[in-house]
């Protein structure tokens, strides 16, 4: 009886085992100064699904002791100083997304990091494989979309900026135009009204974030405003020349 409870129990733990999965990139690239989101998707067994839980991501290759932690959904006090205030999760632990962000990059973030979720009154567990984190230069910059630009015509100029970090980790666009140009912006739209005398003015679309920025410039082009060409209809017959 004992030896078939213990195989009973043996099955049990390992379907459940299966069923302990996480999605992680074994690679993540970072720019200084800028943002980041490290992807991360996790399943547990069904039956903990209404239990309370709490997700930890270390900056580390694995728990031990001693083991910085660069998150702690439940007790902030837990995570390092230096990742004070800069950590975060892009969604929510219940849909099974546990993806990190982390905001105003630095050299020493880089490292690896791995996941681990904790529920209240059941197992914990750590996600694997860990996650590189590489720090680069910053050297991103916008993208403007030109259009035609034609005199007298209002015109929209369209800015973007690739970023995986959403809400209060998105960098912010601003626009540097001639002072003389009628202008107003809408998030990362510019409409303007050029006039000839601005052929050849720039304008600047710029990507901030708290330490770094950039900018891209754009040299207009002005065209004449297009008008119709006039025709002469005569009803004079129209003779041969010799």
């Known amino acids: 009886m004992i030896g078939k409870s213990y195989f009973l129990l043996s099955l049990l733990q390992v379907g459940l085992s299966q069923e302990w999965k996480g999605d992680t990139p074994r690679e993540v690239t970072a720019q200084e100064g800028s943002c980041v989101q490290i992807p991360c998707h996790y399943s547990y067994p069904s039956c903990l699904e209404n239990q309370l839980r709490g ?37 929510d632990l219940k849909d099974g997304d546990c993806s990190l962000i982390i ?39 916008p993208t403007i979309f030109p259009a035609e630009i034609i005199a007298g015509k209002r015109v929209d100029v369209s800015c973007t900026f690739n970023t995986t970090c959403n809400g209060t980790a998105a960098p912010v666009l601003t626009w ?5 140009v009628p202008a107003s912006v809408s998030t990362s ?5 050029p006039s ?31 008008r119709h060409p006039s ?7 129209v003779l041969p020349r010799y």
């Open 55 to 91: 997700g930890v991501w270390f900056n580390n290759e694995k728990q031990i002791p001693w083991a910085p932690i660069a998150f702690h959904s439940k007790d902030h006090s837990h995570e390092l100083p230096r990742f004070h205030h800069r950590t975060q999760l892009s969604g």
């Open 103 to 141: 905001n105003n990059i630095r050299r020493e973030d880089a490292g690896p990091y791995f996941f681990r979720i904790e529920f209240d009154n059941g197992p914990s567990h750590n996600y694997y494989p860990v996650t590189q984190l590489h720090v680069s230069d910053f050297t991103d910059k």
């Open 176 to 180: 540097d135009t001639p002072t003389d």
């Open 189 to 193: 739209v510019l409409t303007l009204i």
């Open 196 to 226: 000839l005398k601005h052929h050849g003015h720039t304008l600047s679309c710029r990507v901030r974030y708290p330490s770094v920025s950039s900018e891209r410039t754009l040299v207009l082009t002005v065209q004449q405003k297009y």
């Open 231 to 237: 025709f002469y209809i005569s009803d004079s017959p």
